[in-house]
């Protein structure tokens, strides 16, 4: 009796193996992560926001859990980002983007850092004027954004606005609420329209903004174009020093793991931070040396603005 042949699984062109499923949803579970840490948000406030359970997130984020589509657009308005931010090497939102991520992926990662500042340089070339004397001061909390910025702001003898601050005036209700109530994406429309009309009302100002901020890609744009940006830092270490001193533990509240937490949103945000016009790092200054370093900045980055 002839043996039947060995079957063997088909598959249509295109259609990738099984494999390949597994590393796309690995892939996933790595975004959602990395999207979750830069908005400083733990899983259990993620879960609470999207209506998926903290155990699924956690299957997600380690690569074992399938979400659906609709799982997956949960957790995208919860983050309040395009549904599209979370699909890994996705076709991009242009055809031009995928062509530059093409292009990108052929490029020697030492050269990645220049291509980089060429592009923002491109892109911000024609903003210097259009920032005026604004100074805008991005970062985590605990960095010293609103004591430096107010101290500034007397020296240069104009308006320090604290963004968050402004929305809370305006929505008549804390952040916590407002986001509570009305969910993060109303909070950073909130904060977009604030902003805008920040820049529409004075040339100068010094503006401490949150640290999420980032996490808003419209928002964090118009900041780089129409102020001077410069991320305030300090070491982890200093960060959790000094957050705890303000009695703040936000968004580290209930979460063993806290250094990690803050480890891990430092990490996400970086490569934001770091497109700011200037750095200061605070880290071992006292407040009068941190705040001579601001000055010289402010006046470097403002210098010739609006002539």
Known sequence: MKAKPKRTEQRAPGVPQREDHHAFIAAIG???????????????QLAQASGASERYLA??????????????????????????????RSNGRTAAIAQILDVLGRVPAAELPDIADLLERRAGQDAAPDRGQRIALVGL???????????LADTLGCPF????RLVEQDYGAR????????????????????LERIIDEHAAAVIA??????????????????THTVWVKARPEEHMRRVMAQGDFRPMAQNREAMADLVAILDARHADYARAQAELD???????????????????CTAGAGQ
Do not use: W
Not at 161 to 164: A, N, T
């Open 59 to 88: 299957q997600i984020e380690g690569g074992q859990g399938n979400p659906s589509v609709i799982i997956l657009a949960s957790i995208a308005r919860a983050l309040d980002v395009p549904i599209i931010e979370l699909i890994p």
């Open 30 to 44: 790595r975004v959602v992560r990395l999207s979750r840490a830069k908005r400083g948000m733990t899983r259990r």
């Open 209 to 226: 903004t949150a640290g999420g901020i980032v996490s808003n890609p419209e928002t964090y744009a118009l900041l780089l174009r129409r």
């Open 282 to 300: 605070t880290s071992g200054d006292t407040v009068e040396q941190s705040l001579a370093k601001l000055a010289r900045i402010a006046a470097n």
């Open 161 to 164: 606005i604290e963004l968050d």
């Open 175 to 194: 952040i916590p609420d407002l986001i509570e109530m009305g969910g993060l994406a109303t909070f950073r429309r909130h904060e977009r329209v604030c």
């Open 141 to 151: 909390r605990g960095a010293g954004k609103s004591t430096l910025g107010r101290r």
